[in-house]
C-alpha cells in the first residue's frame, strides 16, 4: 500500500486483520449509552449487528490493512471525514465527505460536547480507521476523536498518546456507510 504523499508523518507499524479492528471498535463503542440509543432507533439488535451493517458496503474483510502511527496530529486535518448519511446531511452540505480543515469550525465538530470531553481527557492510545480512495484518506470510524485531534493541533496542543490509523486501499466507488440507515 502506497501512502498518499501528503500524509509525510505516517509510518508503518504493522498488518491487522479486520476481525482486530472491528475488536477495537467494539472495546472503544459497545459500552457506551449513546451509541446503545444509536443503534437501537435504527432498529439494530445489538452493537455488532449495527456496525457488521455499517461498513458493510467497503467489504472490509475482503481488504489488507495496516496500521500507521501518526506521528504529527496536524495531518488529521487532512483526512476526510466518515462518509454517513447523518455526516452528509448535517455538516457536509450533500456531498459524500469534506476534508476535516472544511468542517473544523462547523458547530458538529467546533461545539460538540463528545468531542470536548475527548480534547480535555484524550486517550493514551487510539485508533482510528480509514481507506485510502483516490490518493486521500477518509475515516469510516473515529471522526469525534479526528476531530478533537484537528482542533488541539489548531491550537498547538499534543495528544499526550499514541495515535493510529488503520489503513486499507478502497478503490471502487466511495457510497455512504450503513446499508439502509437513513
Not at 58 to 68: A, D, G, N, R, S
Not at 73 to 100: D, H, M, N, Q
Not at 158 to 179: T, Y
Request: net charge positive; hydrophobic share 40%.
Amino acid at each position: 500500500m502506497k501512502i498518499p504523499e501528503q500524509y509525510k508523518s505516517l509510518e508503518y507499524v504493522h498488518d491487522i486483520e479486520w476481525r482486530d479492528i472491528f475488536a477495537v471498535w467494539r472495546v472503544y463503542e459497545a459500552y457506551q449509552k449513546g451509541w446503545e440509543k444509536h443503534w437501537r432507533e435504527r432498529g439494530f439488535n445489538s452493537w455488532d449487528e449495527w456496525r457488521a451493517n455499517y461498513v458493510a458496503p467497503l467489504k472490509p474483510q475482503e481488504k489488507k490493512w495496516k496500521i500507521y502511527r501518526i506521528n504529527d496530529i496536524a495531518e488529521v486535518e487532512k483526512f476526510y471525514g466518515t462518509p454517513t448519511r447523518s455526516w452528509i446531511a448535517k455538516c457536509y452540505g450533500g456531498i459524500i465527505t469534506k476534508r476535516l480543515s472544511d468542517i473544523i469550525n462547523h458547530p458538529l465538530i467546533a461545539a460538540n460536547n463528545k468531542i470536548k470531553d475527548i480534547i480535555n481527557n484524550f486517550p493514551f492510545q487510539t485508533m482510528l480507521t480509514g481507506v485510502i480512495h483516490n490518493g486521500e484518506i477518509v475515516l469510516i470510524e473515529g471522526i469525534h476523536r479526528a476531530g478533537a485531534l484537528a482542533l488541539m493541533a489548531r491550537e498547538g496542543k499534543r495528544s499526550g498518546g499514541e495515535v493510529v490509523i488503520a489503513l486499507a486501499e478502497h478503490d471502487s466507488e466511495l457510497l455512504p456507510l450503513g446499508k439502509g440507515d437513513s
